[in-house]
């Protein structure tokens, strides 16, 4: 089972981005999917999670109105698309798979994570 990110990379702070990631070795059209984050010298953190059949969407505080979380169950992907970036959101974005409960930790499977820098 893997879990790949892209989409990471560096934008200025105001600015988009879109990360993807995709889901090989079994599908996780039945399970939850989120995506964190660690900052340098932070934990990680929860960002974003959605339902199994994206019927249900969860946020951070701080990404509230600001990113969307979205899945493609065919194509077992999941997408996190990231608008009016701040520096603060500078940090190792991973995507996550399949909670044992809840949607807000405890994912048994993780990517390896994209780094999305923003710059002021």
């Known amino acids: 089972v893997q879990l790949v990110e892209s989409g990471g990379g560096l934008v200025q702070a105001g600015g988009s981005l879109r990360l993807s990631c995709a889901a090989s070795?079994?599908?996780?059209?039945?399970?939850?999917m989120g995506w964190f984050r660690q900052a340098p010298g932070k934990e990680r953190e929860f960002v974003a999670a959605i339902t199994w059949n994206g019927g249900r969407t969860y946020y951070a505080d701080s990404v509230k109105g600001r990113f969307t979380i979205s899945r493609d169950n065919v194509q077992n992907t999941v997408s996190l698309q990231m608008h009016s970036l701040r520096s603060n959101d500078t940090a190792v974005y991973y995507c996550a798979a399949d909670p044992r409960v809840g949607v807000y930790d405890g994912y048994d499977y993780w990517g390896q994570g994209t780094q999305v820098t923003v710059s002021s």
């Open positions: 070795g079994r599908s996780f059209g039945s399970s939850a």
